[in-house]
């Protein structure tokens, strides 16, 4: 039975893993083992690094998979002095449709603040692509009790890079720190609440748009519990990072949420 009618997403974010050789390997593996499975309900996507968008984009074109090329992180300017970064022109040349903004590693280890995840999410509205804004707590945070504070304001606050009426080409994936990498995913309930609480605010500042807006999950998401965690109510879909690596186990986290989802 279906449970929204929010079309769920089911992203992979393999971070810095995997050269153009081995992604090669990987989205044929996947294409492979998804082939076998009824997973129109479903969108898909994959975040490569970014020297293998043009080796994944190739093998995605050529064999016409379904499957959206994702990028893991741009710049919020179109072009100029700045050394090491990408472009969201650049990554749409690539047919990259999808960009991670504000994941908490980029929030973490290279300084990105709230302002910068709205000008980067305005960069990516503004070149047509979908920004994937990943907002979360840290276990510190948690313990502190401020986990609803710390989202509203990163909702909020990445809200100012999105113009009125462009609010359905965003999507957002709740991932609590604490949970990334850890094998410690957040429970049903809690992942429920978050989501519910990121609709909630969204709703508050923009209105009904809010209900169709995908909102995902990520944080140590695996085969075991991805059905349960899509099955509530404002949980939309996963973000996988490490269960992304394995064809076997990207695809079979796509099977439990097609399953959730009717298919
Ligand atoms: P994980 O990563 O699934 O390995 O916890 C999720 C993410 O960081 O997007």
């Not at 990121?198 to 508050?204: K, N, S, V």
Request: net charge negative; aromatic share 4%; proline share 3%.
């Amino acid at each position: 039975m279906a449970k929204s009618t929010r079309r769920p997403l089911v992203a992979g974010n393999w971070k810095m893993n995997l050269d153009h050789v081995e992604a090669i390997r990987l989205i044929q593996d996947m294409a492979l083992r998804l082939r076998n499975l009824d997973h129109r309900a479903v969108d898909i996507a994959v975040h490569p690094p970014a020297t293998d968008l043009r080796s994944v984009e190739g093998i995605i074109g050529a064999d016409q998979l379904p499957i959206a090329l994702g990028a893991q992180h741009c710049s919020a300017y179109s072009s100029g002095a700045y050394t090491g970064e990408i472009s969201v022109a650049m990554l749409a040349r690539l047919s990259v449709t999808l960009v991670l903004v504000g994941h908490s590693e980029r929030r973490l280890h290279y300084a990105m603040t709230d302002t910068d995840v709205a000008a980067t999410t305005a960069a990516v509205l503004k070149g047509l692509l979908t920004p994937v804004i990943c907002v979360g707590e840290s276990a510190a945070e948690r313990e502190a009790g401020e986990t609803e504070t710390v989202l509203v304001r990163q909702v909020s606050a990445a809200l100012e890079g999105v113009a009125k009426g462009a609010e359905q080409s965003i999507v957002v994936a709740y991932e609590p720190v604490w949970a990334i990498g850890t094998g410690i995913a957040a429970t049903t309930e809690d992942a429920q609440l978050a989501c519910g609480r990121i609709r909630d605010e969204i709703r508050e500042r923009r209105g009904d748009v809010a209900d169709s807006i995908r909102i995902l999950y990520g944080g140590s998401a695996n085969p075991e519990n991805a059905g349960e965690l899509v099955s509530q109510a404002d949980v939309d879909g996963l973000l996988v990072g490490g269960a992304s690596l394995q064809g076997e186990s990207f695809a079979a986290i796509v099977s439990a949420v097609c399953a959730c989802y009717g298919t």
